[in-house]
């Protein structure tokens, strides 16, 4: 304790201030990164590729993409990177923190709006701030089966209906010919706007110290 | 040389002697005369259920204190780095619609903008931490069970609680621990004893048949020994002659544990000792499968003892954990493929611990076994529920690893634990899709419903 504990407290203090995480968390985080990069210093997409739970997931893609998208990173910039270090790991990740237990409006309002930039970010794959029809159906295609009980025509349908909803509550006067652009940032916070994200879209940490008992020879 | 006679000397002899007495005879009625006949008063289940009423007095103050200093809580048992909810895909996303418009949705049947949380999330989740849930969902607080080996939360146990806990010290050690130890020195003593003695005689059905009761007898009376309260689920599946019967393995009790409910033929190494001597006499009784060390590391050779035991349809099932060594009773890990290998019908079992009441998993690294066992003996009880669960044979065209994965999964399934299958997943990457596809065939069921209604633009 003592010494060393004060020294991983100076190390983290920063991660800890911009990602709101506590030092337990963040240590775990580090754990977790570490097997999942096989103790380098960086993940690349094979990596996260290879998690097995992830498998199962129909937006997998998109979720990998978007811990390497540079916008999830709370700084201005745009683009994607090759490799992520444990730094830009546990920023994607404080996307999804809960919210402590004393938080004030304001900060719970400022947290929604990361969550719901996070989740454009993942639409908006050009990175030109606006979902079009093309990107939203891609995302629709990859929820629902290809081979399933909806086909090809019947998801592009559901794609353009949500489109033509958010379409009609946002820009209500809109002439029959009028090409709708795509969704914008604050359309798409007009369209979620009673959403509680506070509870939906965040993961429960334990706070427990997460390292487990094995008997006879330790292996991980 | 002059005797001192005191009379209260005297009272005092005749107090100790009249005591000792009324405690063997109690200990006689109730406790070793149901062991020979494999009956029970109920003594023990009465026990746990006012244990558990207990620790839930204890939990609630606990809850309290924290409350009122308005801090988090450890769950000890757990070790996720996230909380995951048992819930299902259908389930989620009709909680997520529900929080969002304010129409009436009762079907779950129509695409959602916001459907797309509950994919993101659990992404995010499987990246976060991608072994499986525990049973039971790790937010609410396990009840501390008064061992203070066991809880993490001591700053806010009040006086009262303090109390109750010095109380059940007392208990334990001064009362349980001296009960229990002297039922075990008998139990194995017995056992020791009365197998020798059937070992001398001739080979026959007598013999086999005392040699079961003898040893069904010893092992239940270590079962009180540790106060080991044990549900038997499926009885009709139990393992039969000429079978191999396999389990999980999460500490050394495992085998009285089955044991006494069965009679099985041992398989292990020949230890030094007093462990030494009790395997000695077992085998004079009944055939039991002890290896030389040195024999241990040649698999042929094992394998064809085991064999020859198996084909030999009068001799007693084989008892095996493939597992090899003991794990925490959260998840089943890899098997060893050799029992699997001989060919015989295997019989799962499945054994899983109430972790309410103490932690029965041995961790070898930590604590050696004799700490282990009074450890054990100085914890309220052991709480265990076994499975039999049917009888599997091996396959056409299956080999030996698979056969062995397909009876771990069947255990981890029913025991509630999790089946720690994936090794590198280089095996599995033709399976990834068809789980990718799974999901997504889920999802899109639940809106095929008003696919008709829509309208096409």
């Given at each position: 304790m003592g010494a060393s504990q004060t020294r991983s407290e100076s190390v983290y203090q920063e991660l800890m201030d911009k990602t709101g995480f506590s030092l337990e968390q963040i240590k775990n985080l580090k754990k977790r990164f570490l097997h999942l990069s096989g103790n380098e210093?960086?993940?690349?997409?094979?990596?996260?590729?290879?998690?097995?739970?992830?498998?199962?997931?129909?937006?997998?893609?998109?979720?990998?993409?978007?811990?390497?998208?540079?916008?999830?990173?709370?700084?201005?910039?745009?683009?994607?990177?090759?490799?992520?270090?444990?730094?830009?790991?546990?920023?994607?990740?404080?996307?999804?923190?809960?919210?402590?237990?004393?938080?004030s409006v304001e900060e719970r309002e400022v947290m929604r709006k990361e969550k719901l930039q996070f989740l454009f970010n993942m639409h908006d794959t050009d990175n030109d701030g606006v979902i079009?029809?093309?990107?939203?159906?891609?995302?629709?295609?990859?929820?629902?089966?290809?081979?399933?009980?909806?086909?090809?025509?019947?998801?592009?349908?559901?794609?353009?209906?949500?489109?033509?909803?958010?379409?009609?509550?946002?820009?209500?006067?809109?002439?029959?010919?009028?090409?709708?652009?795509?969704?914008?940032?604050?359309?798409?916070?007009?369209?979620?706007?009673?959403?509680?994200?506070?509870?939906?879209?965040?993961?429960?940490?334990?706070?427990?110290?997460?390292?487990?008992?094995?008997?006879?020879?330790?292996?991980? | 040389m002059?005797?001192?006679?005191?009379?209260?000397?005297?009272?005092?002899?005749?107090?100790?002697?009249?005591?000792?007495?009324?405690?063997?005879?109690?200990?006689l009625v109730f406790i070793i005369v149901p062991a020979i006949f494999g009956v029970s008063f109920g003594i023990r289940r009465l026990y746990m259920k006012s244990l558990l009423k207990i620790f839930e007095w204890a939990t609630l103050r606990i809850e309290r204190g924290a409350k009122e200093k308005n801090h988090q809580l450890y769950k000890p048992y757990s070790n996720a780095i996230i909380a995951k909810e048992p819930t299902s895909l259908e389930e989620e996303i009709k909680e997520i619609r529900r929080s969002g418009s304010n129409r009436d949705l009762d079907s779950a049947?129509?695409?959602?903008?916001?459907?797309?949380?509950?994919?993101?999330?659990?992404?995010?989740?499987?990246?976060?931490?991608?072994?499986?849930?525990?049973?039971?969902?790790?937010?609410?607080?396990?009840?501390?069970?008064?061992?203070?080996?066991s809880n993490y939360n001591f700053q806010y146990i009040s006086m009262r609680l303090t109390v109750l806990w010095g109380l059940g010290l007392l208990i334990r050690y001064g009362i349980l621990l001296p009960l229990r130890v002297t039922l075990a020195f008998t139990g194995v003593g017995l056992l020791v004893f009365l197998t020798s003695v059937i070992g001398l005689l001739p080979n026959g059905r007598i013999k086999n048949f005392l040699s079961q009761k003898v040893h069904l007898m010893c092992y239940r009376i270590c079962v009180r020994a540790l106060t080991a309260i044990i549900t038997y689920h499926d009885s009709e599946n139990k393992p039969k002659n000429g079978g191999i019967c396999v389990a999980n393995h999460t500490s050394p009790i495992d085998v009285i544990i089955l044991a006494s409910d069965g009679c099985y033929a041992m398989v292990g190494q020949i230890h030094g000792g007093l462990m030494g001597v009790i395997q000695k006499s077992m085998v004079k009784a009944c055939p039991h499968i002890w290896f030389e060390r040195s024999e241990v590391k040649d698999r042929h050779l094992?394998?064809?003892?085991?064999?020859?035991?198996?084909?030999?349809?009068?001799?007693?099932?084989?008892?095996?954990?493939?597992?090899?060594?003991?794990?925490?009773?959260?998840?089943?890990?890899?098997?060893?493929k050799g029992s699997f290998d001989i060919g015989a019908t295997v019989y799962p079992v499945a054994i899983k611990y109430d972790p309410r009441f103490g932690d029965a998993f041995w961790n070898s690294s930590k604590f050696g076994m004799v700490n282990y066992l009074l450890r054990m003996m100085s914890s309220w009880a052991i709480v265990c529920s076994v499975w039999y669960l049917p009888p599997m044979s091996r396959e056409e065209g299956e080999d030996a690893v698979q056969f062995a994965n397909r009876v771990k999964a069947a255990i981890a399934r029913q025991g509630g634990l999790v089946d720690l299958l994936w090794d590198g997943g280089l095996k599995r990457a033709k399976v990834k899709d068809t789980f990718k596809e799974e999901q997504q065939k889920l999802y899109s069921k639940m809106l095929v419903g008003t696919q008709e209604d829509r309208s096409r633009s």
């Open positions: 210093e960086t993940i690349s997409r094979e990596n996260l590729d290879a998690i097995p739970a992830l498998a199962n997931n129909p937006i997998r893609k998109q979720i990998i993409e978007a811990f390497f998208d540079k916008r999830n990173q709370r700084s201005s910039e745009v683009g994607h990177l090759e490799e992520i270090g444990f730094e830009q790991f546990v920023m994607v990740m404080s996307h999804f923190r809960p919210p402590a237990l004393r938080t079009t029809l093309v990107e939203y159906r891609k995302v629709v295609e990859e929820l629902l089966s290809k081979s399933g009980a909806i086909g090809h025509e019947a998801a592009r349908a559901i794609a353009d209906a949500a489109m033509l909803e958010v379409a009609s509550t946002n820009v209500p006067d809109m002439a029959p010919d009028d090409f709708y652009e795509g969704i914008t940032f604050e359309h798409f916070e007009q369209i979620l706007k009673g959403l509680e994200m506070e509870s939906r879209m965040h993961i429960r940490f334990l706070d427990v110290d997460t390292s487990t008992m094995r008997c006879g020879k330790s292996t991980s | 002059e005797l001192f006679f005191n009379p209260f000397d005297n009272l005092v002899c005749i107090l100790l002697g009249i005591s000792f007495t009324v405690w063997f005879t109690l200990l049947s129509e695409f959602e903008m916001s459907d797309i949380f509950y994919f993101a999330r659990r992404g995010v989740e499987s990246i976060m931490d991608d072994e499986v849930t525990k049973r039971f969902s790790a937010e609410e607080l396990e009840s501390w069970n008064l061992l203070t080996r094992v394998a064809k003892r085991l064999s020859d035991h198996v084909e030999d349809k009068s001799k007693l099932p084989i008892l095996i954990f493939p597992e090899g060594t003991c794990i925490n009773n959260t998840s089943v890990m890899m098997f060893k």
